[in-house]
């Protein structure tokens, strides 16, 4: 087994590298279609004025919003008082729990990797929401007049890490039946 502390090594390089990545996308989204006074976005995310920025014309552009709820906008709507602790709290309490899982994941390289992206799209959304009161977003897919939620690097890179656990649960749920189907390979 590799020494302890470099075992870490993938969770923190990993999660700096999505946090670096996310925060600063999220600077050029703020600075680049941001048509509020220079320096600053507004303290209520609903009165974000943005441009929109084309990138592929019918699928996808750039623009600028501000989401004081968790995904898709969920409670959104409670008071400010108590939004922002609890989405920190919660915030909090996700990392400790990836932390211990990535501790537990032995030998499971696809798990780490999910735990790695989650947790640095986690922290990213996080400083967000201590520093402003809600998360920027600026990627914005449509088809027509249907568009998906505005999201940003901390979301893709957390979407991508719960599709990685799940195709970890899948493997490893088909190991165990393996193994259990062959009593040989269960001793081994």
Do not use: C
């Not at 609903?46 to 699928?59: E, K």
């Not at 027509?144 to 719960?162: K, L, M, R, Y």
């Amino acid at each position: 087994p590799p020494p302890p502390m470099r075992r870490y090594l993938l969770l923190a390089l990993g999660s700096i590298f999505v946090v670096v990545a996310d925060q600063l996308t999220k600077i050029w989204a703020v600075s680049a279609l941001s048509l509020s006074p220079p320096g600053g976005l507004p303290e209520d995310a609903s009165h974000i004025l943005s441009r929109v920025q084309v990138v592929f014309d019918g699928w996808f552009n750039f623009k600028l919003a501000g989401n004081k709820g968790a995904a898709w906008g969920l409670f959104r709507t409670l008071p400010e008082s108590w939004r922002v602790p609890f989405f920190v709290i919660i915030g909090l309490v996700a990392i400790g729990v990836i932390v211990t899982l990535y501790r537990r994941a032995h030998g499971q390289r696809l798990l780490r990797w999910a735990l790695t992206l989650i947790l640095g799209g986690a922290v990213g959304n996080l400083i967000d929401r201590v520093r402003l009161g809600f998360v920027v977003d600026f990627i914005d897919w449509y088809y027509g007049e249907a568009h998906w939620p505005t999201f940003n690097i901390a979301d893709v890179a957390i979407s991508v890490g719960v599709g990685l656990l799940v195709v970890d649960m899948i493997v490893q749920g088909r190991s165990a039946a393996d193994a259990a189907d062959d009593p040989a390979k269960a001793t081994d």
